[in-house]
């Protein structure tokens, strides 16, 4: 890697759910994206989805049709790894969250890569870096999004042991130009901040379900008119400001709440997965969504979440509370 020249040749290698939707990510900064994916029928999914994500991006007026339509031609379709890859600045891996299925891919990507292209993984909480050929650790880090990535724009910037800064460098100025906000960590902290936060609500609420205490209704109930609003405008830590810190010790200090046990199972979701309610995907989670086409309740989501994006941004204008970047 010479100089500081931000990526405009990208790969993105898994066109699943978040595969295909960070090729729109790069695509909508002006980046030429080749997106590959071993599963053929995955692949072929991908141009209509993307399609999706672009015609809801337009609807709520985020992008007008010529940005839409100059992001989708600057996507293709690539028939195989080498041929995603082979001229490539940058690598986005976004494959299943499966050590030995990451570590054969790098072995793969580092085969046909440029020497100095930058490999940016989307894993959700594993620690890939010994998983990448020592070659390649210098120009490798993590980039990790939450769907979609193309409405939500935080993304975590992770280095590894061997990393130049320079890598952080062009990846952070790469997303700040989307108009993302990146947030840079020092070292690899499995689950980053937001991951961290989710699995503790999660372990919470199912500890609840499990017990038989509440519903998932009331939990959402609870979330919607109780949490969102605050957190939404001022975040956590800056709420207990608000609320005023010798509060919170007292609350602290009361002892009255345990954190439940990380006991690696739920019987909620054990249960559930077995009647086969696994989510939107299957028409039924904890709630159940009939036959409502899937991309029907995708497109629904994307939708409400713009428009809230949206009032946010307007209510958060000037706030320097809630600055992207690091």
Not at 13 to 23: E, F, Q, R, Y
Not at 64 to 73: H, I, P, Y
Not at 91 to 103: F, T, Y
Not at 237 to 257: I, W
Request: charged share 25%.
């Amino acid at each position: 890697m010479t100089g500081i020249a931000l990526p405009e040749d990208v790969a993105v290698i898994g066109a699943g759910t978040m595969g295909h939707a960070l090729a729109l990510v790069h695509a909508l900064g002006g980046c030429d994206v080749a997106l590959y994916d071993a599963d053929e029928e995955v692949l072929a999914r991908a141009p209509g989805l993307i399609a999706d994500g672009l015609a809801t991006l337009t609807r709520a007026g985020a992008i007008d049709v010529d940005v839409a339509a100059r992001a989708g031609g600057r996507i293709r379709r690539a028939a195989d790894l080498e041929g995603a890859i082979g001229h490539a600045d940058l690598v986005v891996e976004a494959v299943v969250e499966r050590a030995g299925i990451k570590k054969a891919l790098f072995e793969e990507i580092d085969r046909y890569a440029p020497p100095d292209a930058i490999l940016a993984s989307n894993t959700s909480y594993l620690d890939v870096f010994p998983l990448i050929p020592e070659a390649r650790r210098p120009f490798a880090a993590i980039a990790h999004w939450y769907t979609p990535p193309y409405i939500v724009d935080l993304v975590d910037i992770v280095p590894g042991p061997d990393t130049v800064p320079e890598t952080i460098t062009v990846l952070e100025r790469l997303y700040k130009g989307f108009g993302k906000a990146p947030l840079v960590f020092d070292d690899h902290i499995p689950g980053y901040i937001a991951n961290r936060l989710q699995m503790a609500l999660n372990l919470e609420c199912l500890r609840m379900l499990d017990e038989g205490w509440v519903d998932a209704a009331d939990i959402d109930r609870s979330i919607r008119h109780g949490l969102v609003l605050r957190l939404a405008v001022l975040g956590h830590m800056q709420k207990m400001d608000f609320t005023g810190l010798e509060m919170v010790r007292n609350g602290v200090a009361s002892g009255t709440y345990a954190p439940p046990a990380a006991t690696g199972r739920s019987a909620t979701l054990d249960r559930m997965i077995a009647e086969g309610r696994t989510g939107v995907s299957a028409g039924a989670g904890f709630f159940d969504y009939g036959d409502t086409p899937v991309d029907q309740l995708y497109r629904a989501r994307d939708e409400r979440l713009l428009r809230l994006k949206a009032a946010l941004s307007d209510i958060l204008e000037g706030d320097g509370h809630d600055q992207g970047g690091s």
